[in-house]
Nanobody, 124 residues
């Protein structure tokens, strides 16, 4: 089981930026993908971005394309999510998760291990 720990959340004004970091307990060589998800009250957890650990291939949901960038640091076993041009709609609890599947899947059920989440709040 991979342990995941998120950090970097906080309160920011609309138009601002935040950088989230996910630290993993092991290099997810056998864990093909690390994803970032977000959830707001009353809504299902949704995929925001994902990265295939081995080759750095990325995927983004349409609402964050051009604003969010996911990256991995192979030496530090971290996956970061740089979030720019934030809007109140980006508010939520952000989770990182690891999947053993090599495919960049978006369904939360495809991910095996989850962090506790970090809160992002964007004020208007």
């Amino acid at each position: 089981q991979v342990r995941l720990l998120e950090s970097g959340g906080g309160l920011v004004q609309a138009g601002g930026s935040l950088r989230l970091s996910c630290t993993t307990s092991e290099r997810p060589v056998s864990r093909g993908v690390v994803g970032w998800f977000r959830q707001t009250a009353g809504k299902e957890r949704e995929f925001a971005a994902g990265i295939r650990w081995r080759d750095g291939t990325t995927d983004y949901t349409d609402s964050v394309k051009g604003r969010f960038t996911i990256s991995r640091d192979y030496a530090k076993n971290t996956v970061d999510l740089q979030m720019n041009a934030l809007t109140p709609d980006d508010t939520g609890l952000y989770y990182c998760a690891a999947s053993s599947d090599w495919r960049l899947l978006r369904a939360p059920l495809e991910y095996d291990d989850w962090g506790q989440g970090t809160q992002v709040t964007v004020s208007s």
